[in-house]
């Protein structure tokens, strides 16, 4: 059985409160389910305060974290600060955390910027740490990155178990984990570098996303019937020459036009083309939630409308 669609807007550039509020508002009337933050140290709002703000002023709209970084926070206290705005906001957290990518915040920050098998088992064990917290009962546990001593997590998450953990990644070992742990599970472009360029464009291709579904469904198993996929469109355009603007964007990723209007990450065309293109994404990869950015936020309203729940 197919998942209907759902769409997600990101925003997190600082501005005054009142159009933070009235952003929150506008995403819920024109049919998104969802608001996500992102958790850089560039110029962007920290993610459990501003997604606070707008469960204040709006009644359905999903509150995703996408993705904290698990390198910057201890998950003991994570799993406070998720649990506080799960019960705040009604239900309505979905908690994206990684193992980390952005070499930057790292410089920045003077956190060590370990190998992605370091920093994609710590992320295993936060996962453990956070499910742990989010259960019943004191929680004890003793691994090589994170020892719980009797701990017993308060306050208690609104959705049951826990809120849905959107995982996701590019490569191989972080898909693996995300299809294991996971709730929802981002199939992205490779970040392996640390920046994005047009490295990334490999990992974003047709044949790339289908080599990644063939991951996931291997290490999901039984669980993949359960599983929720999202991508990220990084580029996104109504337009009548979906071409041409393919054709200006494409380099920015080191693929052809052609290569980048078949990729799960750009969606570009009329209204009907975009709404075609989604449900040809269904039909291959089972992909339906799509996260798309504030700044198509009302181009893209007519296709939220045409398969939002479909």
Known sequence: MQNPFR???????PRPVAEWRELGRRIEDLGYSTLSVSDHLDAEMAPFVALTVIAEVTRELRLATLVLGNDFRHPVFLAKEAATLDL???????????????????????????????????????????????AEGPFSFDGEFYTIKDLDGQPSCLQ?????LILGGGGKKMLTLA????????????MAAGIIDQRAGASATVDA???????????????????????????????NDPM??????????????????????????SVGECVETLLAWRERWGITYIGINE?????FAPVVEALAGV
């Open 7 to 13: 769409f997600s807007i990101t925003a997190n550039a």
């Open 88 to 134: 705040l906001s009604e239900g309505r957290l979905e908690l994206g955390i990684g193992a980390g990518w952005k070499s930057s915040d790292y410089h920045h920050s003077g956190i060590s910027f370990d190998s992605p098998s370091i920093r994609i088992a710590r992320l295993a064990e936060a996962i453990t740490v956070l499910k742990g917290c989010f």
């Open 160 to 164: 049951n178990p826990h809120p849905p």
């Open 179 to 190: 299809a294991q742990q996971g709730d929802i599970v981002g199939v992205n472009a490779s």
């Open 209 to 239: 996303t289908d080599l990644k579904l063939s991951w996931i469904r291997e290490a999901a198993g039984d669980r993949f019937s359960g599983l929720e996929l999202q991508t990220r469109v990084h580029m996104s355009a109504i337009t």
């Open 244 to 269: 041409g603007i393919a054709e200006l964007m494409a380099p920015a990723l080191g693929l052809s036009a052609e290569e980048a209007l078949a990729s799960p990450h750009v969606l570009v065309g």
């Open 295 to 299: 700044d198509s936020l009302v181009d």
